[in-house]
């Protein structure tokens, strides 16, 4: 008997922003709806695919009344793949995100950043092929 890690669920006060916002980051889409709720990813998941391998997790955000209120325990890490990583966060700044302090030092080879509600996430290293 196995689990498969398939999808990660954020707490939010706008899941239609927030969710935009993922999609530009990730070049996702959204694949499903409803009141208060947003899923996003770069597939649609089926049982049958999810039985047959582990594929990567969509995102599920959901509203909640409450704010975010200390630094989270669990975040994303992005890689760019097709640019530097300063390109890549001044992308992602343009896109709303902040820079954000958590007490890393600044000898730090990654940067952390803020989606627009506060959730913190990582750029790491580039993906690029190196010429």
Do not use: Y
């Not at 196995?2 to 999609?23: G, I, K, N, Q, Y």
């Not at 070049?27 to 996003?40: A, L, M, T, W």
């Not at 097709?82 to 890549?88: F, I, N």
């Amino acid at each position: 008997m196995t689990s498969r890690f398939t999808e990660l669920a954020v707490d939010c006060h706008d899941p239609e922003s927030l969710a935009a916002f993922w999609c530009e980051v990730l070049d996702f889409k959204v694949i499903d709806r409803s009141e208060g709720k947003v899923e996003i990813g770069s597939w649609v998941p089926t049982v049958e695919d999810v039985r047959a391998r582990q594929r990567p997790p969509i995102l599920l955000f959901i509203q909640v009344p409450e704010g975010k209120s200390v630094k989270n325990r669990l975040h994303l890490d992005v890689s760019p793949i097709d640019g530097s990583t300063e390109d890549e966060v001044t992308r992602l700044l343009g896109l709303g995100a902040t820079r954000t302090d958590v007490g890393q030092s600044s000898d730090r080879n990654w940067v952390v950043m803020a989606d627009p509600e506060g959730n913190e996430f990582c750029v790491l290293r580039t993906l690029e092929p190196q010429n």
